[in-house]
């Protein structure tokens, strides 16, 4: 089975169970997910979804950047 991204998970979850999550969503403009303590404190509670609502960042932006690394998208 390939990569899968489940996109009800929080941010936290995804990005310590695949640390490669990180690198795609700080070039996508979650660039606060690499300062210390963010994924541990708002990455707890927060999902893609409501992160990209936050940040203004298309939603079907975020999954082409994931599926072009090979992930497959659950919702």
């Known amino acids: 089975m390939g990569k899968v991204i ?3 998970k929080t941010v936290y979850e995804l990005c ?5 999550i990180i690198d795609i969503m700080v070039n ?3 660039e606060q997910l690499a300062k210390p303590g ?3 404190s708002a990455g707890r509670f927060m999902t893609i ?3 990209a ?3 203004k960042v298309e939603l079907d932006k ?3 950047a994931f599926r072009a690394k090979g992930y497959e998208i659950m919702e």
Do not use: A, C, V, Y
């Open 16 to 20: 310590t169970s695949d640390p490669e």
């Open 62 to 64: 975020i999954k082409s």
């Open 6 to 8: 489940d996109l009800r």
């Open 38 to 40: 963010m994924l541990q």
């Open 28 to 30: 996508l403009g979650f």
């Open 49 to 51: 979804p409501q992160g």
């Open 53 to 55: 609502r936050l940040r």
